[in-house]
């Protein structure tokens, strides 16, 4: 079975954030050309797929999750020929390329936008989601904005409101509509054309509104101090029925190429989040699976979670995992230095295709963003919750030189304090760095049959440790992860030795029945066949 996965499922995925990757033109921002010029880097470090967060031409009100172009690129990035460029070097090194597809909302500064806003009777009008004002000239119902406040804001001009999750300069199309439909498939085509490997795509779930516009329901567990758009239930503006047919034409233009994938941004319950691999695998490749990022980091409650993930996936789904993105406070952050490495060792030892944020390799923690330096939308809108994403957004830190060699002029974000000694030149010859643990998983995970193929057999949890069993064939390999600071011992299958570890001295040590798990340490076991 090994030799017949296709190359998502054999692979890593690395997430780039492009404004804070590598800038090569002093403005302080990254750009496609940063990105180029570091891909040796990537290709060193072992990953298999490069995703890049949106690159298209915005105004920014959302850092290019606001569209005004779909087919071009934002010159903070560069242009399409340094695309192209950039795509084929990503080629020539065996690796692959996704970009970040934005199909629920545009900018509204987008030409699809600006026609539908001039007329009620424009041929646009229709490809955005439009109401009248209710009789006391209120919004059309009670669905409100993730930013904060109403989701519709009044078009004066017009006299209707237009409906949007996020800002207001961030407009839903109507996918109820079949132009919209074939004008996004457009878009699709037009980069699967060219060359790239596939699409991640943003917020999925939510590009299906109710026909009828009825009010959410109230949210019973609602309390202050929580994100303010939580107070209602999603019912009516999330996960309908419907989108699942426009999942299916994704695929089916997503299928027109051969070797492509799709990965969709869901944040659903994971009985809801399987359902979009779709009947018969028709849905995307990979509903990406974020509960690692959620859960307390419990060691019951994580192998509890893996165990009811795993019974819930179609026979035809292959799971994935991820510990971080560009919208949630790094693993660092959330969990500490130390168990972030355990954290890692369980990253790549689940079965599934593990997703890697740029960065997250380093150990690097969330930098505090001064008042004056605030740049995230959601901050500013809903300040004093900690939803601010700017934090996890924050510059690579390449060596010790100024502004950690990102870039020569005045970087966009704030740099981490630390990043003198907490860099990719400082790691990468250090045997017990971050960097080099996840280098060795990597190339752990690529080569082993069992971690890249094997079944995943739960073996036991207790309150601060967790092992399993990979198998494939008479290959076996077993994982124990120490979620506290305490050594614990803990039985073993078989004899064996230790193939890596957090502790990097243990490497080699031969195990013969229970084993010694240290304090804050993973460790990962090759077997005896059996």
């Known amino acids: 079975m090994a030799d017949e996965l296709a190359w998502w499922q054999r692979g890593v995925i690395y997430q780039v954030y492009p404004r804070s990757f590598q800038d090569s033109d002093g403005d302080g921002v990254g750009d496609l050309n940063g990105v180029s010029s570091r891909l040796d880097y990537l290709q060193w470090l072992g990953v298999d797929a490069v995703w890049l967060s949106p690159i298209f031409p915005s105004p920014m009100k959302d850092f290019g999750y606001d569209v005004s172009d779909y087919t071009g690129v934002e010159p903070v990035f560069g242009t399409l020929y ?76 017009t006299g209707q409101f237009y409906y949007h999750s996020f800002l207001k300069e961030q407009p839903e199309l109507n996918w109820r509509n079949p132009a919209v439909r074939e004008a996004m498939f457009g878009v699709m085509r037009f980069w699967l054309g060219r060359g790239v490997d596939g699409f991640r795509i943003d917020v999925l779930h939510r590009v299906m509104k109710d026909a009828e516009f009825r009010d959410n329901p109230a949210n019973p567990a609602f309390s202050p101090g929580m994100p303010p758009h939580q107070q209602y239930l999603g019912t009516y503006n999330s996960d309908l029925p419907e989108v699942h047919e426009v999942v299916a034409g994704m695929r089916r233009v997503t299928d027109e190429f051969p070797d492509r994938m799709l990965v969709g941004e869901i944040y659903l319950p994971v009985e809801r989040l399987v359902v979009y691999y779709g009947e018969a695998g028709g849905g995307v490749h990979l509903p990406f699976n974020f509960q690692l990022i959620g859960l307390a980091w419990d060691a019951r409650t994580v192998a509890a979670a893996v165990e009811r993930y795993e019974g819930l ?40 295709t593990p997703t890697l944020y740029y960065g997250d390799e380093l150990g690097m923690p969330d930098v505090p963003i001064p008042p004056d330096r605030v740049q995230d939308p959601y901050e500013k809108n809903v ?148």
């Open 82 to 157: 340094d695309f192209d460029r950039l795509l084929e070097d990503v080629h020539r090194r065996g690796m692959k390329l996704l970009l970040d597809f934005v199909p629920n909302h545009t900018s509204d500064r987008h030409p699809w936008f600006l026609d539908a806003r001039s007329s009620r009777t424009s041929p646009k009008r229709d490809w955005y989601i439009w109401r009248d004002p209710r009789a006391d000239g209120s919004p059309p119902n009670n669905w409100l904005s993730i930013f904060g406040g109403p989701g519709w804001t009044l078009d004066p001009p």
């Open 313 to 352: 996936l179609p026979a035809h789904g292959w799971p994935n995992w991820v510990l971080g993105n560009h919208d949630k406070p790094r693993v660092v952050t959330r969990i500490g230095p130390a168990q972030a490495r355990v954290a890692a060792v369980l990253l790549f030892t689940l079965r599934g």
């Open 383 to 530: 300040p004093g919750l900690g939803l601010g994403r700017d934090p996890c957004r924050t510059p690579l830190p390449w060596d010790a030189t100024a502004n950690a060699g990102f870039t020569t002029g005045h970087p966009w974000l704030p740099i981490g304090d630390d990043f003198a000694a907490r860099n990719v030149a400082a790691q990468r010859d250090n045997p017990g760095s971050m960097l080099t643990l996840h280098r060795r998983l990597i190339t752990l995970r690529r080569d082993d049959p069992a971690l890249l193929a094997g079944s995943y057999d739960p073996h036991a949890a207790g309150d601060d440790w967790f092992a399993f069993l990979r198998r494939y064939g008479d290959r076996r390999v077993f994982v124990a992860l120490n979620f506290g600071s305490r050594p614990r011992r803990v039985e073993v299958p078989a004899g064996g030795r230790v193939l890596l570890s957090t502790h990097p001295a243990r490497a080699g040590e031969a195990v013969r029945g229970p084993i010694e798990v240290g304090g804050d340490e993973g460790m990962v076991v090759e077997l005896a066949p059996g």
